[in-house]
């Protein structure tokens, strides 16, 4: 019994001698470690223009395994430098069961010694001036001179020379100085395209650097309401409408209205548009007509903009039906209506003779529009008539056009055009006292009074779609009401010269 208790008692000896043994020797190298200084290492090729691309990775990874063989700690010093780098999608590369993203540090100093930051360009500091003067220049002589009020000469000829071609004189207030507690000129800032301003600060070495800014925008309700004095086209210029709201108005009017039998003198417009603007009350972009209103003598004509489910979009009466009609009763813009359809004393052989159409007066060059959907039959020379175009249109309609003065690009017979494109100009070709547009429409060989033409609506709106037409309209009808008036249609603009 004595004799297995004494090796029992050696057995335990032994175990215990090895296990201490062994753990002064782990610590005799755990020593020896802690002593031994901390590598540094060199990325040479670590570009911050590709930093995060895999193969550039995968460099990276095989320089720092020859360093380290324990791959959790390659990826995690990857991981940091990218963390460092603000660029993550170094993430995606390193698998999720050799990284516990858990323990990267948010802020952490990069562990690679040698290796720089990415440079980071400076954006400009906002910056509180003294005072500021505002100013609209019209032409390149007055921008030399306003420039020169301010700036030394060659402080002046050189923001000229930056600015002189990109700055847009047909806005307001397109040229702005900055001043600091000194007067002396800290900023120049322009419009260049109404939306962007280019800028040129002066740094601290006093030179003036340019940069790019894009100009903030609000969106604008417009309602105007304006009496006809001489004609639509201008009464509604002059009171600083939009062009492209005046163009469409006109344009959707045209099919509905004898502009020189049905419009009078104090007849009442009203529009509502809805636009861009900046800060200076620019107009960014192209605007939008969202409700017109003809109140004539005897009845009015009002249209309202509806996009369809199919996503086109019109302009429709209260009925839902197209205020587009199948043919244009004038086909071109700004016209004056100079002799009517029927019998007259033709103005340069002197006797009656049946006119067959009707003449429109207007300058040498407007454009003449196709008064429908339709293929050009003829285009070219037609005797009295000189320039001369013929379209062809469903339910054996044509209409024709002469006295041009030139063809539009592309014209000749064959073509097919879309209704309001241009197929001409205005001029007087052929046997023509004076520049003007003589119009015919005929129907199955017959000439016909295009001023009385009682057609149908190009589009109409489906039953299934009425009920969203009557809620679009009440919206339009609502924020007609809620918008402030605008008898000239200034009042919300503010110019300075």
Do not use: C
Not at 27 to 38: A, I
Not at 93 to 108: F, K, M, Q
Not at 450 to 464: G, W
Request: proline content about 3%; glycine content about 6%; aromatic content about 12%.
């Amino acid at each position: 019994m004595n004799f297995f208790k004494k090796k029992l008692n050696i057995i335990i000896l032994m175990i215990f001698l090895f296990v201490s043994i062994g753990n002064i020797v782990e610590f005799g190298n755990y020593t020896e470690q802690m002593e031994k200084p901390e590598e540094s290492f060199e990325i040479s090729y670590f570009d911050d223009n590709y930093v995060t691309s895999e193969e550039t990775i995968n460099m990276t990874r095989n320089k720092l395994t020859k360093k380290n063989n324990n791959i959790s700690e390659v990826n995690q010093q990857l991981i940091d430098y990218v963390e460092f780098t603000d660029d993550a999608s170094i993430l995606d590369i390193i698998p999720n069961d050799d990284a516990d993203l858990s323990l990267v540090p948010i802020y952490e100093t990069m562990l690679f010694s040698g290796v720089p930051a990415p440079e980071i360009k400076p954006v400009p500091e906002e910056i509180r001036y003294d005072k500021s003067v505002i100013l609209s220049v019209k032409n390149k002589k007055n921008l030399k001179d306003n420039l020169l009020k301010f700036l030394s000469k060659s402080e002046a000829k050189n923001i000229y020379s930056q600015i002189s071609d990109k700055i847009n004189l047909k806005v307001q207030e397109n040229l702005k100085f900055f001043f600091n507690s000194d007067d002396e000129v800290t900023e120049v800032s322009t419009y260049i395209d109404g939306l962007r301003q280019l800028n040129l600060r002066r740094n601290t070495n006093k030179n003036f650097v340019y940069f790019y800014v894009k100009a903030p925008t609000e969106t604008k309700v417009i309602r105007n309401r304006l009496s006809v004095k001489n004609s639509v086209n201008l009464t509604l210029k002059s009171a600083k409408i939009p062009k492209k709201i005046v163009d469409e108005f006109i344009n959707q009017l045209s099919f509905n209205v004898d502009f020189q039998r049905d419009i009078k003198n104090g007849d009442i417009i009203e529009i509502l548009y809805e636009g861009n603007f900046t800060n200076s009350n620019n107009l960014v972009g192209n605007p939008k007509l969202l409700y017109g209103l003809m109140l004539l003598t005897d009845h009015k004509f009002e249209m309202f903009r509806y996009k369809l489910s199919n996503g086109k979009i019109d302009y429709f009466d209260a009925y839902g039906k197209s205020i587009r009609k199948y043919l244009m009763r004038t086909p071109l813009k700004g016209a004056r209506l100079s002799s009517k359809f029927g019998m007259r004393k033709h103005p340069i052989l002197g006797y009656s003779k049946m006119h067959r159409g009707v003449d429109f007066s207007a300058k040498r060059g407007t454009p003449i529009m196709a008064a429908g959907d339709g293929r050009i039959s003829f285009a070219g020379r037609n005797g009295s008539f000189g320039r001369f175009v013929e379209i062809k249109h469903l339910n054996n309609y044509s209409t024709r056009y002469a006295h041009l003065y030139k063809y539009a690009k592309g014209i000749k017979k064959g073509k097919i055009v879309k209704q309001g494109d241009i197929i001409g100009y205005v001029g007087t070709s052929g046997r023509s006292t004076g520049p003007h547009l003589h119009y015919e429409v005929q129907h199955k060989n017959r000439t016909i009074n295009p001023m009385r033409l009682k057609l149908e609506s190009s589009l109409n709106i489906d039953d299934i779609d009425m009920s969203n037409f009557y809620a679009s309209i009440s919206l339009t009808r609502e924020r007609f009401l809620a918008t402030r008036l605008q008898e000239t249609g200034t009042a919300n603009f503010r110019f300075r010269n």
